[in-house]
């Protein structure tokens, strides 16, 4: 099936990024959706593919941190056919687009896997841009981070940044490790600026937000904690409104119970991954800057326990966010989606069901979140697994 032919995909139940629709078809043609009609009224000699009885339709899942999938590791080969390979690992757990992210490198490692970004983003629909988590991140906040990676920024990172072309970049620095005006400059070039490995003040990280930061990458994590003189960016994040953060819920890196509080502020959440080289793969260990990591009971950690990003897929992130923060279904499938569309600047494209937005969507049991087939820009793929567990 191409995608210049006219196709639906019919469910008993659809959510459309707003609301539940019953009995409902969703017509694609030329990878977009083209409208959403009830069941009786798809156009006549339009191939439909039927959903079995009790699973549910939904805007495909986004990610945007991925540092892996597949037994693959991006800071290892940061290319473009290691970006497909990643995303193609992801798509089995729902998740239709994502940013490849490069952990702290050197400048070289960043200028290729940028360069390796836009050619990807211009040829593999479910590859999104690019994250950039450093390097210009606090020595005291490094987290797995090789701290002899990380750096302040000059002059030549700014050009490479700005320079990126195709699709979207996101940086994650330290806003007080980058000179004023540098965020300001990234955002005026349309790149996305988040907070994270951080030790920024409230005041730190109120300016950095005046300047167009608009992210926190996995909030509570590698950042200053909250404390009653210095309430730091947990409370900026939390009372903007502007903002979005990223939430891992795995059940490891951050307790539930701070999670829901975190929900209760005025900031909007995503869900993110982190995942690494095992999601979606077929080994339990990898190496990063020379350390191995290993996947034991759910957490990738380093010899000395330190975690190392996660073994977590999205429909476990969803699940997670329902069984753990006690969510609605609804609304974690919104944190999945239309929330990280939004942050990206992508919301009028992706993160919805409906006329004119790209036709990546997930089919999946509202019970288990077990993915049952996904379509990016109207291709299908099938025979997937549900867990990253």
């Known amino acids: 099936m191409t995608g210049s032919v006219r196709h639906a995909v019919m469910a008993g139940t659809l959510f459309d990024g707003a609301r539940l629709l019953e009995d409902s078809a969703v017509v694609i043609e030329d990878g977009r959706i083209q409208e959403v009609v ?42 473009p056919k290691a970006m497909a390979a ?59 981070h090789d701290p002899a990676m990380l750096r302040v920024p000059d002059a030549a990172d700014l050009e490479l940044i700005t320079g990126h072309g195709a699709g979207v970049a996101l940086v994650t ?4 490790r980058v000179p004023a005006g540098f965020i300001a400059r990234l955002v005026a070039a349309g790149v996305r600026v988040a907070l994270g490995h951080s030790m920024a003040t409230y005041a730190e990280t109120r300016a950095a937000l005046a300047e167009g930061l608009t992210g926190f990458t996995h909030l509570f994590n590698a950042m200053r904690p909250l404390d009653s003189r210095e309430p730091g960016p947990i409370a900026a994040a939390l009372e ?24 209760r502020g005025l900031a909007r959440p995503m869900l993110v991954t982190d995942a690494m080289p095992p999601v979606g793969g077929l080994r339990s260990e990898f190496v990063l800057d020379g350390r191995q990591v290993k996947v034991e009971a759910g957490r990738c950690t380093t010899p000395d326990g330190r975690l190392a990003g996660a073994a977590l ?6 699940r997670n966010c329902v069984a753990l923060l006690g969510v609605p279904l609804t609304e974690a499938l919104r944190f999945a989606s239309a929330e990280p569309a939004a942050f990206l600047g992508l919301g009028d494209t992706l993160g919805a069901i409906a006329p004119g937005y790209r036709a990546d969507l997930v089919a999946f049991d509202p019970l288990d979140i077990a993915i049952h087939q996904t379509w990016v820009a109207g291709q299908p793929m099938r025979d997937h697994a549900g867990s990253a567990e």
Not at 92 to 117: E, N, Q, V
Not at 240 to 263: C, E, K, N, Q, T
Not at 313 to 318: P, T
């Open 313 to 318: 897929g999205m429909a476990d992130a969803v």
């Open 86 to 144: 990643i995303a193609a690992a992801h798509r089995r757990f729902g998740t239709t687009a994502l940013l490849p992210t490069l952990i702290s490198d050197t400048p070289a490692k960043m200028r290729a896997a940028l360069a390796a970004a836009d050619q990807a983003a211009r040829t593999h629909p479910g590859v999104l841009g690019i994250h950039l988590e450093g390097p210009f991140l606090a020595p005291g906040k490094p987290g797995v």
């Open 173 to 176: 620095l330290a806003p007080e």
């Open 38 to 79: 009830p069941r009786g009224a798809v156009p006549a000699a339009t191939t439909v593919t039927v959903l079995p009885e009790g699973v549910w339709l939904a805007p495909g899942f986004i990610d945007v941190q991925v540092n892996g999938g597949g037994d693959v590791l991006l800071n290892d080969a940061p290319t």
């Open 240 to 263: 903007s409104s502007g903002a979005w953060f990223g939430m891992i819920v795995d059940g490891h890196h951050v307790a539930p119970a701070m999670l829901r509080l975190a929900l």
